[in-house]
Structures are given as structure tokens and as C-alpha cells.
């Protein structure tokens, strides 16, 4: 070890900064160790525990490369959101891990807090490239300190790291930190191997999460406000990262097979929120989120996993919050612009803000949700920033020195405290499910799977007492996600199935089928009741009850009240197979094939067969009852 690299390591510069390192280290682990005894929760499934790709560790990784990030669970591309999805960086992690350990949720947890703690030094040595702390000060008071304090202890981020899937969240900032780490010492020392760095940087940031694109014009606007380089020559000098995004579009669409769009339109509410609103009601939901965002970025309470219909309500720009969102928004903008030489700090942070969160935003992409808390990791530095820097401001006022210094420790201290108390939320689906259906109340997601949940507690239970008081339980947070949801597919398929267990314990047939006529009427394509309406019907001893019950929800609900003539001939047919010689259910198959030729779409070849059908279901009534004689 030379001379130099000791003398250099022992000065006063790196010694601080090494000892900043240790404490934004330490307040990482102390604040998140508890979720390293954690298992896996929500998505963790899909990208991990029983994603077929990872299960087979390194030989996996070519798979995830290749294919679409949901495809390693479902077996196959189903793009469930717009524009699908491609991170395929976190994923192939979670493969390495496994070849190394397996199934083991502790080493995912303690990497994504190392992850994280990584991420909060980057941004530290980001803030002491700007050079806008004051000269002088000691280092526990320099601004790129409490910035990277508040970072670390901001509660917003709880999700991110807790859930181990958030790892894409924190390697997309890692990474894209790291990129502009690069980049501004590729323009203080022009030398390439930091621009090749950097590029290196920004591919992985955008191979973690899409989010990182945004970087395209982040990094070029921090060139231009803390090193004094005009906007446009900032930008053009900016060109390798632009073969960087280049690149990784190509790859993207090579993989998924379209751009943005394959075209099909995401008409599940769950992955859509938006549908059914007007355009004025769809802005001024987002304006609405976005005035939520800001608010938990200064009060990060309460805290959720859900932002699912309609938890976030669908309002229209008679409401107040979002017409107030607007104002603040353009006020922003207008002082973004007006302090753009006078308080670059100031002005960089708000444009910051606004372009990294643009992405998660619904107005450039729609996203599957109407917002998440993980969606602030990226722009939250922005806030950071700014806050260091008014906190900053003050310690500078002799007269504001110390109630500053207070009122940053005490911040500190409330958001440290909250986050510790977040994290056990994220101990297990059970756990987490509580914990957000006492705070996103009129979620229909969430209510499900809270129901879920206790209906999962039920089945192994023994004490029939017991197993009756959780099917009860689920239920009545089945009964409230349908309440909010009725088209819910999931839902009605859960209600079925709470049903058929209080069937098994009561074998009332009559009461069974008189609960599922909601279910039927809301959504008649369930596949859980058609194959339990086929099981009932094979003991012809409920032939007597289900012959009637099937005309009954063919006709009088499905052919007559809904005009559903595809599912009336579905529960019809099985009535027909019960009783091929029951006139009146060959009367309503011949009706039903008569409404489907007047009104169905296709070939004249299929309307001709719907035609003959309805004759010869029409001819069969007459022939064992006159009085259907046409």
C-alpha cells in the first residue's frame, strides 16, 4: 500500500466521508433490520419465490434477459399493463441469490438494505459534487449531510426496501446516482474513462426499472445549473447517453415485441383505474395523486400498499383538491423559472421533482395504478434537497442557528420513528393486508385480499368455531371490495367459493344457490361456478332443485333481465343436459339461438347456423308440447 493512498486516506476530507459512509450504514440497518426475518410478500412471488427463471439460479438468467418480467411466473407474456414490463437487472439478482442460497428471504432482505444504504452514499457524494454547501461549517451541518440523512430516514421509502421486490426502485437510483456521479467528473476532468463509466452506470439504471430514462434530460440539466454550462451545449455533450436509451429501447422491443403499445386496451379496473372516467375526471384524479404525493413527502402518514380503486376517489375538477394541485403546480413551475440564476438549488430541485416524477405521473404512461408510495423513491431526492437546503439557509441566521438545528433533528427522529414502525407491516401478506385495510378502507383490492386472507386462515383450521369466524371475517371483506367493485372478478369468484364452504358444512343446496344468483348476474363467466354447478348436477339426487335453479338463471336473469344470450344458453345447456325432454328449456335454447342471429355478430355462415339451432330447438318444444308449436 503506497504512501500516498495512506496519507490520502488519513486526511481529514476522506476520514469525514467515511464516517458519514458508517452512519448512513448504520441508520439503514437499524431502521430496516427487522424485515430481514421477513418472508416474501405481494410481487415477491412473481420475481422471485416462484418465478421459474430464478428458481433455476444462473442457467435461469438468460430467460430473464430474453423475455418479459412477469413471464418467468405465468408462463407466458400476458401483458396485464400498458406498455408491459422489462426490468430485467433485479430479477436476474434475485437469480444469482438463488443459486447461492436458495429460497432465502433474509439474504434478500439484508442486500436490499445494503442496496439502500449504497444508494444514500451516492447521493451524499452527488450533493458534495454540487458544491453548494457553505465552506467553513462541520461536516455533521454541511448541507450534502442532512440531505442524505433525510434520504435515508424518509418513511416514503419503507416500501421499497422492505418488500424485496422494491430492489428495482433502489438499483434504478442506484445506478442512475451513479451515472451522474460519473458524468459530472467526465465534465471536471474530461476524461473518457468517467463518460464510459457513466455510460456503463446509465445502462444498468435503465436495464433496473424504465424510470431511469428520465435521467436524459436530469443529467444535462445538472450540468447546466452547478457547472455553469449552457442548457443546450449540456445537451448535446450528453449524446453517449443517449446511444445508452437508444440501446435499451431496441432491446425492450426486441423482447416484448412493441414499443409502448401492442394495441389491446386494459379494460381491468385493477390494472386500469381509469376506466370508465371522462378525460376531466381522469386529470383531475391526477391532479389530485399529485397533491397526495406532495403531502407525503412532508407528512408520510398514514402509509399504504394500496392506491387501488377508490381509494384514491375518482373526482372531476369541481373538487377543490385538484383545482388547488393545479395552482401549486404552475406556482412551482413559475418559480422554477424565476429563481433559475438566483437560487439554482432551488430551481434545480422543483425541475428535478417534476421530471423524474413525469413517469409515474399517469399523464405520460399510464401506470396500473392510480399511485404508489415506491413511486416517490426517485423524485423524493429532489425533496431532500431542498429541505437540506432550507434547513441549511437557517443554520446560516445566528438568530435561527439552533431552533434549525432542533427542528432538523427532531424531523429526523419522527421519520426514523415511523419508518421503524412501518416495517413490520411488511412481515407477511397477513400482517400487511391488516395493516393497509384499516387505512385504504375504500380499496376493493384490498379488501379482497384481506378477505383472501382469511379465507387462507380457515382452511387448515380445525376448531369449527374458529373456521366459521374466519369464512365470516372473509366474507364481510368480500361483501365490501364488491361493494366498491361489483364487476370484480376475482372478488364474485371468492364469494363463490366462501359459499360453497358454508354449503359443506350445512348441505343447504337451496341456500346456496339463491347467494350465488348475485354472483351469476354480475359475472356469469366465472369458471369456479360453472365447474361447481357440473358437480352438482351429477348427483341425481339435486336434479329435483338444480333443473329448476339453471332454467331460472338462464331465462328469468341472464335471457331476460341482462340480455346475456351467450351465458343464458350456457346454464340453459346444463338444465338441457339434466332433461333433454323438458320442452320449456328447449323453448328458451330456441330463443336464445334466435336473439343471437338477429343481433350477434359474424359470418353470415355462423348467423345461419344460430338460425337452423333456434328451428330445431323450436321444433323439438313442439313436439313434445304443443302449445310451443309456432
Known amino acids: 500500500m503506497s504512501k500516498s493512498f495512506v496519507f490520502n486516506f488519513l486526511s481529514g476530507e476522506s476520514l469525514k466521508n467515511y464516517f458519514v459512509y458508517l452512519i448512513l450504514f448504520g441508520l439503514s440497518l437499524v431502521m430496516y433490520r427487522q424485515s430481514i426475518g421477513f418472508g416474501y410478500v405481494l410481487d415477491d412471488v412473481i420475481v422471485l419465490s416462484e418465478n421459474s427463471f430464478v428458481q433455476k439460479g444462473f442457467k435461469g438468467i438468460k430467460d430473464i434477459l430474453s423475455k418479459e418480467s412477469f413471464t418467468g411466473y405465468f408462463g407466458t407474456q400476458k401483458d396485464l399493463v400498458a406498455g408491459s414490463r422489462y426490468r430485467p437487472l433485479s430479477i436476474v439478482s434475485f437469480a444469482i441469490e438463488h443459486e447461492f442460497f436458495g429460497n432465502y428471504p433474509a439474504a434478500s432482505h439484508f442486500i436490499n438494505i445494503l442496496l439502500y444504504a449504497l444508494t444514500a452514499c451516492l447521493i451524499f457524494k452527488l450533493f458534495q459534487k454540487f458544491k453548494i454547501q457553505t465552506e467553513n461549517r462541520p461536516w455533521y451541518l454541511t448541507l450534502p449531510f442532512i440531505a442524505a440523512l433525510l434520504f435515508t430516514a424518509h418513511p416514503i421509502h419503507s416500501e421499497a426496501v422492505a418488500n424485496i421486490k422494491g430492489r428495482d426502485e433502489i438499483l434504478c437510483l442506484l445506478f442512475a446516482v451513479?451515472?451522474?456521479?460519473?458524468?459530472?467528473?467526465?465534465?471536471?476532468?474530461?476524461?473518457?474513462?468517467?463518460?464510459?463509466?457513466?455510460?456503463?452506470?446509465?445502462?444498468?439504471?435503465?436495464?433496473?426499472k424504465e424510470n431511469a430514462v428520465t435521467f436524459v434530460l436530469i443529467i444535462p440539466l445538472t450540468i447546466y445549473f452547478f457547472r455553469s454550462v449552457p442548457f443546450k451545449s449540456s445537451l448535446i455533450k450528453a449524446w453517449p447517453l443517449y446511444l445508452c436509451f437508444v440501446f435499451f429501447i431496441l432491446v425492450r422491443w426486441k423482447v416484448i415485441g412493441y414499443f409502448l403499445s401492442n394495441g389491446?386496451?386494459?379494460?381491468?379496473?385493477?390494472?386500469?383505474?381509469?376506466?370508465?372516467?371522462?378525460?376531466?375526471?381522469?386529470?383531475?384524479?391526477?391532479?389530485?395523486?399529485?397533491?397526495?404525493?406532495?403531502?407525503?413527502?412532508?407528512f408520510p402518514h398514514p402509509l399504504t400498499h394500496d392506491y387501488y380503486p377508490y381509494h384514491v376517489p375518482k373526482?372531476?375538477?369541481?373538487?377543490?383538491?385538484?383545482?388547488?394541485?393545479?395552482?401549486?403546480?404552475?406556482l412551482?413551475?413559475?418559480?422554477?423559472?424565476?429563481?433559475?440564476?438566483?437560487?439554482?438549488?432551488?430551481?434545480?430541485?422543483?425541475?428535478?421533482y417534476f421530471i423524474s416524477f413525469s413517469i409515474v405521473s399517469n399523464f405520460i404512461f399510464p401506470v396500473g395504478t392510480f399511485m404508489n408510495e415506491r413511486f416517490l423513491f426517485m423524485p423524493s431526492l429532489a425533496f431532500s434537497l431542498v429541505s437540506a437546503y432550507a434547513i441549511n439557509y437557517l443554520i446560516e441566521l445566528p438568530k435561527f442557528k439552533y431552533p434549525a438545528i432542533v427542528f432538523c433533528l427532531l424531523v429526523l427522529v419522527a421519520y426514523a420513528y415511523r419508518t421503524i414502525s412501518r416495517v413490520?407491516?411488511?412481515?407477511?401478506?397477513?400482517?400487511?393486508?391488516?395493516?393497509?385495510?384499516?387505512?385504504?378502507?375504500?380499496?376493493?383490492?384490498i379488501n379482497l385480499f384481506t378477505g383472501v386472507s382469511y379465507y387462507q386462515k380457515a382452511q387448515p383450521e380445525d376448531n369449527e368455531a374458529k373456521k366459521m369466524e374466519y369464512l365470516k371475517i372473509a366474507e364481510m371483506y368480500i361483501d365490501r371490495s364488491l361493494a366498491i367493485f361489483p364487476e370484480y372478478g376475482q372478488g364474485l369468484n371468492m364469494k363463490a367459493g366462501i359459499l360453497a364452504e358454508y354449503l359443506k358444512k350445512d348441505n343447504d343446496i337451496m341456500s346456496f344457490l339463491k347467494k350465488l344468483e348475485p354472483v351469476i348476474k354480475?359475472?356469469?363467466?366465472?369458471?369456479?361456478?360453472t365447474k361447481y354447478m357440473e358437480f352438482l348436477t351429477k348427483d341425481p339426487e339435486n336434479n329435483g332443485i338444480m333443473l329448476p335453479y339453471l332454467k331460472h338463471v338462464g331465462y328469468d336473469l341472464l335471457y331476460k333481465e341482462k340480455r346475456n344470450y351467450q351465458f343464458a344458453l350456457h346454464f340453459l345447456g346444463m338444465a338441457y343436459k339434466i332433461n333433454d325432454h323438458d320442452p320449456e328449456i328447449c323453448y328458451y335454447i330456441g330463443l336464445c339461438y334466435q336473439e343471437m342471429a338477429r343481433f350477434g355478430k359474424g359470418s353470415?355462415?355462423?348467423?345461419?347456423?344460430?338460425?337452423?339451432?333456434?328451428?330445431?330447438?323450436?321444433?323439438?318444444?313442439?313436439?313434445?308440447?304443443p302449445k310451443y308449436a309456432k
Not at 179 to 198: E, P
Not at 278 to 298: H, N
Not at 315 to 330: A, D, E, K, Q
Open 522 to 529: 354480475a359475472k356469469p363467466d366465472l369458471d369456479f361456478v
Open 424 to 445: 413490520p407491516d411488511w412481515k407477511d401478506g397477513f400482517t400487511l393486508n391488516l395493516s393497509a385495510v384499516n387505512v385504504s378502507k375504500n380499496s376493493a383490492r
Open 264 to 298: 389491446q386496451v386494459i379494460t381491468d379496473l385493477m390494472n386500469n383505474p381509469f376506466v370508465g372516467m371522462r378525460v376531466d375526471e381522469k386529470m383531475a384524479t391526477i391532479f389530485y395523486t399529485i397533491l397526495w404525493y406532495f403531502k407525503l413527502l412532508i
Open 604 to 625: 353470415s355462415a355462423k348467423i345461419q347456423e344460430f338460425e337452423n339451432n333456434a328451428k330445431a330447438f323450436f321444433d323439438q318444444a313442439a313436439s313434445l308440447d
Open 178 to 208: 451513479a451515472t451522474l456521479n460519473s458524468w459530472i467528473r467526465y465534465f471536471d476532468t474530461q476524461s473518457k474513462w468517467h463518460a464510459i463509466a457513466s455510460m456503463l452506470w446509465f445502462c444498468l439504471a435503465l436495464f433496473s
Open 332 to 352: 412551482l413551475v413559475w418559480l422554477a423559472f424565476r429563481f433559475r440564476s438566483a437560487n439554482k438549488t432551488i430551481s434545480y430541485s422543483i425541475a428535478y
Open 315 to 330: 373526482v372531476g375538477f369541481t373538487h377543490l383538491v385538484p383545482i388547488l394541485s393545479v395552482l401549486i403546480c404552475v
